[in-house]
């Protein structure tokens, strides 16, 4: 098929239980240990615990290969039998003739073979896989196996392999007895995502004899989300992933090919469900995710009308359709900017601080235009099935095409579990800044810069990371996937739904130290005034001394951006100062608008009175 156009021998990532192929990351390096302990200090059971395709089955294999001529095993894969026939398939395995159809005749016969190889100093192994299989009266049959023993040593040394479905049946009342002697206990793991890596390059070793990278690492990205470490899901993307390269006449795996890999590998119905356990088993419908998730903006006159559709509390969300009619100027809702009570206006401020003409805050005039069209969406189906999608490292990718620019990212960042220190570090190396806004939705829109909002399901499934890239009177649009353009989700829907957890990113572009005037050097200072003249300050002395003048115009800016007005330039007023300077490259959520209704006069987000700023900590504004 495609071995030839990559320069392989053949296929790496067949699905045979291949000891060729062996990988062990740290997991499997312990279990295999504590098999070679069992072949000859070992003492009771020895159970090995992993979910479905971490390696079990070539892990035996290995393991049987390995033992020396002075062992005798019997490995038996297929245990779904009664005793009678268990006890049969063992002797077979041991070449003892097992004619008799008695238990206690087939555990004599047994019992008279390990006596014989235990005279001439042979260790005796019986290796179950698949132990979850079998019935409790059958495993407490081979608890009376270990009864086999001499006044000195045990004549067989058993090991179970099995789902973790076997050790909660170890663990429960009835076979409390089993339990009881099981001596190692060893769990297998799925791959870490330094392993997956790994374990692609050694596969691809094995076959080529080459170290080239045949897999981007986007591409590697993509099939870890979606394997989740687990080997027989990594090898099934990969084989799926090099057909679908070979289709395109590519020989190098990138992300999107990865990416068109998986999703007809999902539609294919070539994944066993059983396969997909855990967090795994919730990405077999990505498919249906995608179709149904094919949206386009939608846009409403009449909000109530809009917030009837949302899901409600007793109404499990359901596929809905979405109008998606751009509207026009006269349906749109005119919204107001609400400021707490303890937060003065700038039209309180009147008098005390200079005033530049604003613009007119209650025309709407969308950013940029969006393809318009009628799509159902399911917002439940999303959350619980696009985490493989919508994950950090999409989130941030979309978000910098948001910004025009492309991903720079010298450092993996995949195994960073934190959001903040994963954005921190992203932003960082990409030229951003990254500020984390907690609960509050409306601080996000009137930041008015693209923003990573972080959905959590209740069922408890990943997380879905979505970035903000427009809004309107009536939703939030979020960057889509390559086959959406954009998703757009009501604001009631979004609130239901929200972890709370924002990231608003932006540019630095004068290169403002520290909170100004509290810890900033006195270049920033003059960086600033200079700043505030060219957005309309023209009165600012340029000095390095932060004066009342500069403190007032500040204020000015704060009380007009909606918030905290403390005199202070912090994060938040270094984002909204440099919203202020047209002339930036800066990619907004929206160009003219009032912060909607839907999120301030619903009770949605509650701002933050305005701060009495206490010495010496310095302020976040």
Request: glycine share 6%; hydrophobic share 40%; proline share 5%.
């Amino acid at each position: 098929m495609y071995n030839h156009f990559f320069g392989f021998k053949e296929r790496p990532f067949k699905l045979v239980p291949n000891p060729d192929y062996l990988f062990l990351s740290k997991s499997h390096e312990e279990a295999l240990a504590h098999l070679r302990y069992a072949v000859t200090d070992g003492e009771g059971f020895v159970e090995i615990i992993g979910e479905i395709g971490t390696g079990k089955t070539m892990l035996c294999r290995t393991f049987l290969e390995s033992l020396s001529a002075d062992t005798e095993s019997a490995y038996i894969f297929n245990p779904r039998m009664d005793a009678v026939d268990l006890l049969k398939a063992i002797n077979d395995e041991f070449s003892i003739p097992s004619d008799h159809h008695s238990t206690k005749a087939l555990i004599d016969a047994l019992n008279s073979f390990l006596i014989e190889k235990k005279a001439a100093g042979k260790n005796v192994i019986l290796l179950i896989d698949e132990a979850q299989n079998l019935s409790k009266e059958v495993l407490e049959q081979i608890r009376l196996l270990s009864n086999l023993e001499t006044t000195k040593d045990k004549l067989l040394q058993i090991i179970l392999v099995g789902q973790p479905e076997l050790g909660e049946m170890l663990d429960s009342y009835e076979l409390r007895q089993l339990g009881q002697r099981i001596s190692l206990s060893c769990r297998l793991h799925p791959l870490t995502y330094s392993e997956t890596k790994q374990y692609i390059a050694h596969r691809i070793h094995v076959v080529s004899q080459k170290s080239a990278a045949v897999f981007s690492k986007s591409a590697i990205r993509r099939i870890y989300k979606f394997s989740r470490g687990i080997p027989r899901l990594i090898n099934m993307a990969c084989d799926r992933s090099l057909l679908t390269a070979y289709g395109r006449h590519r020989l190098k795996v990138s992300g999107p090919i990865a990416k068109s890999a998986i999703l007809e590998l999902a539609t294919s119905g070539d994944i066993n469900r059983n396969l997909l356990t855990g967090n795994a088993k919730r990405l077999f419908a990505l498919s249906t995710l995608c179709v149904v998730l094919l949206v386009g903006l939608f846009f409403h006159s009449d909000i109530w009308h809009i917030i009837s559709k949302a899901p409600s509390t007793d109404t499990p969300a359901s596929v809905i359709e979405m109008e998606t009619i751009l509207p026009k100027a006269s349906t749109l809702v005119q919204a107001r900017k609400s400021l707490p009570e303890t937060e003065k206006t700038s039209d309180d401020l009147s008098g005390e601080l200079e005033q530049r003409p604003a613009r007119d805050s209650r025309v709407i005039e969308p950013a940029s235009e969006i393809k318009n069209d009628t799509q159902p969406i399911d917002f439940q189906q999303l959350l619980i099935y696009g985490g493989v999608i919508f994950s950090k490292n999409a989130s941030f990718e979309s978000l910098l095409q948001a910004w025009g620019m492309r991903e720079n990212s010298p450092h993996d960042l995949d195994e960073i579990s934190d959001d903040l220190a994963f954005f921190s570090l992203a932003a960082q190396q990409n030229g951003l800044v990254v500020t984390p806004i907690a609960g509050n939705l409306e601080r996000i829109v009137q930041l008015n810069i693209p923003a990573i909002l972080k959905f959590n399901h209740h069922s408890g499934v990943d997380p879905v990371y979505l970035t903000a890239i427009k809004v309107t009177p009536d939703t939030m649009i979020f960057s889509g996937d390559d086959s959406l353009s954009a998703i757009a989700v009501p604001y009631a829907w979004i609130m239901e739904n929200w972890s709370g957890s924002g990231f608003v990113f932006w540019k630095n572009f004068y290169n403002y130290q520290g909170t100004i005037p509290v810890d900033a050097p006195g270049e920033s200072v003059i960086t600033l005034k200079l700043h505030l003249r060219d957005i309309g300050y023209q009165h600012i002395e340029i000095s390095g001394t932060y004066d009342l003048a500069t403190q007032m115009a500040i204020k000015a800016i704060q009380a007009r951006h909606g918030i905290p007005i403390d005199g202070y330039v912090g994060p938040l007023t270094k984002i909204v100062l440099y919203n202020e300077k047209q002339s930036l490259a800066i990619p907004h959520l929206w160009e003219q608008m009032t912060i909607p209704d839907e999120v301030t006069g619903m009770g949605i987000t509650q701002k933050a009175p305005e701060r009495v700023l206490p010495n010496p900590e310095p302020p976040n504004n």
